[in-house]
């Protein structure tokens, strides 16, 4: 358990739990730490009184971290914050509106507000292809990418092919495979 000494944070949890376990039954109380009594008389306490107890250091006020909840909570931020990463860099290299709709569910909007943010700016309309001979090594590039996801392989394909957009990229890829 980590003694939490700020007397503010230990009055906003004492009246937390004053307010909280208030319509708790009695194994929720003793699982607190609290008897009954003492619950009620928190309960009884005034502002002045309340705050008086939460800078008392005789009695300890701590908290406990669920281990394993905290550890699969931070995967869950690092996910979040790489998808976020990744989605900025497909706005920063030229991806289409419909493809970041498609791959980060973003609508059209927030893609032109990003790009705008960040000062993507992409030429409407068609996309310039390159010549054949490239557009078959990307395609061959896009087939050797063994990842499913098709997030991951449009950025290996992208770090295959940095000096062309993204969009550029997409296009060529829906192009062969129409063909296919």
Do not use: C
């Not at 979040?80 to 991806?95: D, S, T």
């Amino acid at each position: 358990m980590l003694p939490l000494l700020d007397p503010q944070v230990r009055l906003v949890l004492l009246n937390h739990v004053a307010v909280r376990l208030a319509d708790a039954g009695p194994e929720e109380v003793r699982a607190a730490g609290l008897a009954a009594d003492q619950l009620a008389n928190l309960r009884r306490l005034s502002a002045v009184d309340l705050n008086r107890l939460a800078t008392m250091r005789s009695f300890t006020i701590g908290i406990a971290l669920d281990g394993e909840a905290l550890q699969a909570g931070l995967r869950t931020v690092a996910l979040v914050n790489e998808a976020k990463a990744l989605e900025i860099y497909f706005i920063r290299h030229g991806a289409s509106t419909a493809l970041m709709g498609r791959l980060f569910k973003l609508r059209r909007k927030l893609t032109l507000k990003l790009r705008r943010e960040l000062g993507a700016h992409r030429p409407s309309g068609r996309v310039a292809l390159p010549d054949h001979a490239t557009r078959e090594r990307i395609y061959l590039a896009w087939h050797a990418i063994g990842d499913p996801a098709p997030r991951t392989r449009y950025f290996r394909l992208h770090q295959a092919f940095p000096q062309l957009p993204i969009a550029v990229l997409e296009v060529v890829i829906r192009d062969y495979e129409a063909m296919a």
